[in-house]
């Protein structure tokens, strides 16, 4: 088959580039603040997952990761809205609700048990990180089922 015969690829439309720019800013947002949080994490081996720590962060980093967070999260969710169809903003509402299910499950019931020293003291990103979860698979399945 020779280069003539081919057919010729679409343009990316607007929408498709904008929701790879919500989605690549978000990565990359992501990105930073992880490796960054990485580096900075104190009292730790560099092995440690510093996501999963509870140890102290410096100051400097604190605010610096809060302000690239929330205007980060704000650009990309800004974007990502823009650009998505009515098939996956439903798809994104269900994901949401199943992670905003799981926080309202976990965080009542562990700080619950815990109170009664039945369970070790709540950990408010391990409880997100499964909401996290949660929401990606819920997602995946709607999207792409």
Aim: aromatic share 12%.
């Amino acid at each position: 088959m020779t280069d003539v015969d081919k057919p010729a690829k679409r343009p990316m439309s607007r929408r498709r580039k904008c929701y790879l720019t919500a989605l690549g800013l978000a990565g990359l947002f992501g990105g930073i603040l992880g490796a960054w949080m990485q580096v900075a994490q104190s009292g730790g081996s560099a092995s440690d997952l510093a996501m999963l720590s509870n140890g102290p962060l410096p100051t400097n980093f604190a605010i610096g990761a809060s302000i690239i967070w929330v205007v980060g999260m704000i650009l990309s969710l800004i974007l990502y809205h823009r650009s998505v169809d009515d098939h996956e903003e439903r798809a994104y509402l269900w994901a949401g609700t199943a992670a905003w299910y799981t926080i309202t499950l976990a965080g009542p019931t562990w700080w619950v048990l815990h109170r009664a020293s039945l369970a070790p003291t709540p950990d408010l990103m391990l409880v997100f990180v499964g909401a996290l979860a949660v929401n990606l698979l819920v997602w995946l399945w709607l999207k792409y089922r």
